[in-house]
């Protein structure tokens, strides 16, 4: 009986310490703590992409300015000296975003020029979407571009909207579009160029008119989706 006893207790102890590790392996467990991690992405909405300013991934000589101006109140400014000629990589930035369709989209944005900026100073950026897929207007043709391109506008006091591409070849003034082929993440990239340039957002539009696009989008601001 004794025997019998003892058999029974040591079973006892041997399913209580299986349940006890069981329990440490599910505590531990590294896999549920990822999938619990969220992703968050700026997406497109009613017609408008909007990407902030300092939702870019800066480097160099890139700063973020509080300003109750700007939208969200804030914008970035470029304090590292003119690039005019060509792109210099230290100075890339770049923004990702997410699109729930192919489509074609009209580029602008939100900047400013320092009020002491004179004339056409601290108006540019050098800019490029990846992988081609911005396109400009010459000539009544479509014309791809393969790397950066100037995009420049005018603006002192409140953030303008506005910006067009000043290409040198051909040598032309064009709207800026971009193709995205189908639905997913894709990235913009910008280059400084001008010395003390600031911007406050990119608006990025389909499916409505430019003068539409600048109404709307004057008092939002990006639209984030995390899952």
């Given at each position: 009986m004794k025997?019998?006893?003892?058999?029974?207790?040591?079973?006892?102890?041997?399913?209580?310490?299986?349940?006890?590790?069981?329990?440490?392996?599910?505590?531990?467990?590294?896999?549920?703590?990822?999938?619990?991690?969220?992703?968050?992405?700026?997406?497109?909405?009613?017609?408008?992409?909007?990407?902030?300013?300092?939702?870019?991934?800066?480097?160099?000589?890139?700063?973020?300015?509080?300003?109750?101006?700007?939208?969200?109140?804030?914008?970035?400014e470029y304090y590292g000296g003119n690039s005019y000629t060509t792109p210099n990589l230290s100075q890339e930035i770049t923004a990702k975003f997410k699109v729930d369709a192919g489509a074609k989209y009209l580029v602008k944005w939100y900047m400013r020029q320092p009020d002491n900026a004179e004339g056409d100073k601290s108006n540019d950026t050098w800019i490029y979407f990846p992988d081609n897929l911005g396109r400009a207007f010459v000539n009544n043709e479509s014309i791809v571009l393969e790397h950066y391109e100037k995009f420049v506008s005018r603006g002192k006091g409140e953030f303008v909207y506005g910006g067009v591409l000043d290409l040198h070849n051909p040598k032309a003034s064009s709207w800026l579009t971009v193709i995205f082929p189908e639905a997913g993440e894709y990235t913009l990239k910008i280059c400084a160029r001008s010395d003390f340039f600031q911007l406050d957002k990119i608006v990025l539009s389909t499916g409505i008119t430019n003068e539409e696009a600048e109404k709307q989008s004057k008092t939002l601001t990006e639209t984030i989706v995390c899952n």
């Amino acid at each position: 009986m004794k025997k019998i006893i003892l058999n029974l207790f040591l079973i006892l102890l041997f399913l209580i310490s299986c349940s006890k590790e069981e329990e440490i392996i599910e505590i531990i467990n590294p896999e549920e703590e990822v999938e619990n991690e969220k992703t968050c992405n700026i997406v497109n909405k009613n017609g408008l992409l909007i990407i902030e300013a300092e939702s870019f991934d800066l480097k160099g000589k890139w700063r973020i300015v509080e300003d109750t101006k700007a939208s969200n109140g804030k914008y970035i400014e470029y304090y590292g000296g003119n690039s005019y000629t060509t792109p210099n990589l230290s100075q890339e930035i770049t923004a990702k975003f997410k699109v729930d369709a192919g489509a074609k989209y009209l580029v602008k944005w939100y900047m400013r020029q320092p009020d002491n900026a004179e004339g056409d100073k601290s108006n540019d950026t050098w800019i490029y979407f990846p992988d081609n897929l911005g396109r400009a207007f010459v000539n009544n043709e479509s014309i791809v571009l393969e790397h950066y391109e100037k995009f420049v506008s005018r603006g002192k006091g409140e953030f303008v909207y506005g910006g067009v591409l000043d290409l040198h070849n051909p040598k032309a003034s064009s709207w800026l579009t971009v193709i995205f082929p189908e639905a997913g993440e894709y990235t913009l990239k910008i280059c400084a160029r001008s010395d003390f340039f600031q911007l406050d957002k990119i608006v990025l539009s389909t499916g409505i008119t430019n003068e539409e696009a600048e109404k709307q989008s004057k008092t939002l601001t990006e639209t984030i989706v995390c899952n």
